[in-house]
């Protein structure tokens, strides 16, 4: 049984795998291709890249969805050898991988089993579930589902296909949401408007070709962690998650 603070991967087989296990990356390959790289300027983007471990992909597929509700209206071409642990049994479209571990978290932590956060596949859409990794004794699969009937859609060895985000369990349901007019805060309110109007006047920079807006280039404010009211403390801007390690 982990402590509190053990995320434990048991492997279910003694025969080594060729499935990854790793803290997620940053990077995602649309976001390195944009201009100038700017959808790194967004903090909250890089930090859901980095919220979890990702399984990838044990080897180089495509997979094709002739539009049928069967299993066999899947069909997988490997570029080597087929792999079993990648197979079309649920039929609907669906690609399923049989991951091999069995996950276990600290008392009261969910696993939640979802695709890489902006991750991109043209053809799929990745499949997610909420497991109670603390008490389960089976393994559970990633499924991606085909969203193109009659066109083929690659998956290389290495990609991502799964990601792994430790949640509490129960902490959705405590808590009260409410509805509240931002005349009840006048201090957020106040700071609220003051970033209104910078905000406004930025994009107006942009507009007329402000030359020092331009030279600013971007609003760094958020990324900073600064409000009106000074810099927040603790601010996040990297996600450092500790590494698998064989035991």
Same mark, same amino acid.
């Given at each position: 049984?982990?402590?509190?603070?053990?995320?434990?991967a048991?492997?279910?087989?003694?025969?080594?795998?060729?499935?990854?296990?790793?803290?997620?990356?940053?990077?995602?390959?649309?976001?390195?291709?944009?201009?100038?790289?700017?959808?790194?300027?967004?903090?909250?983007?890089?930090?859901?890249?980095?919220? +979890?471990?990702?399984?990838?992909?044990? #080897?180089?597929?495509?997979?094709?969805?002739?539009? @049928?509700?069967? &299993? /066999?209206? !899947?069909?997988?071409?490997?570029?080597?050898?087929?792999?079993?642990?990648?197979?079309?049994?649920?039929?609907?479209?669906?690609?399923?991988?049989?991951?091999p571990?069995?996950?276990?978290?600290?008392?009261?932590?969910?696993?939640?089993?979802?695709?890489?956060?902006?991750?991109?596949?043209?053809?799929?859409?990745?499949?997610?579930?909420?497991?109670?990794?603390?008490w389960?004794?089976s393994?559970?699969?990633?499924?991606?589902?085909?969203?193109?009937?009659?066109?083929?859609?690659?998956?290389?060895? +290495?990609?991502?296909?799964?990601?792994? #985000?430790?949640?509490?369990?129960?902490?959705?349901? @405590?808590?009260? &949401? /409410?509805? !509240?007019?931002?005349?009840?805060?006048?201090?957020?309110?106040?700071?609220?408007?003051t970033?209104?109007?910078?905000?406004?006047?930025?994009?107006?920079?942009?507009?007329?070709l402000?030359?020092?807006?331009?030279?600013?280039?971007w609003?760094?404010?958020?990324?900073?962690?600064?409000?009106?009211?000074?810099?927040?403390?603790?601010?996040?801007?990297?996600?450092?998650?500790?590494?698998?390690?064989?035991?």
């Amino acid at each position: 049984m982990p402590d509190a603070h053990e995320f434990i991967a048991y492997r279910v087989h003694d025969v080594p795998t060729a499935f990854g296990l790793e803290a997620a990356a940053l990077e995602r390959d649309w976001m390195s291709a944009a201009a100038q790289r700017f959808p790194y300027r967004c903090l909250p983007l890089n930090m859901a890249n980095q919220h +979890g471990w990702v399984l990838t992909c044990p #080897v180089s597929f495509r997979a094709y969805w002739y539009g @049928g509700a069967h &299993p /066999k209206d !899947v069909e997988l071409a490997f570029d080597g050898p087929a792999d079993p642990c990648i197979v079309g049994h649920f039929g609907a479209g669906v690609v399923t991988f049989s991951l091999p571990y069995l996950f276990r978290t600290p008392p009261g932590v969910n696993l939640w089993v979802k695709g890489p956060s902006n991750w991109i596949k043209d053809g799929a859409q990745p499949l997610e579930g909420i497991v109670e990794t603390d008490w389960a004794t089976s393994t559970f699969t990633m499924n991606w589902k085909l969203t193109r009937p009659g066109e083929w859609v690659s998956f290389a060895k +290495g990609d991502p296909i799964c990601m792994l #985000v430790p949640v509490p369990r129960g902490l959705l349901e @405590g808590l009260v &949401p /409410k509805i !509240v007019p931002m005349a009840a805060e006048p201090e957020l309110q106040s700071q609220y408007r003051t970033w209104e109007a910078s905000r406004s006047g930025f994009l107006e920079g942009l507009k007329v070709l402000d030359p020092d807006t331009l030279k600013q280039g971007w609003q760094k404010d958020y990324f900073r962690g600064k409000t009106d009211a000074g810099t927040f403390d603790p601010h996040q801007t990297r996600i450092d998650l500790k590494e698998f390690e064989a035991g």
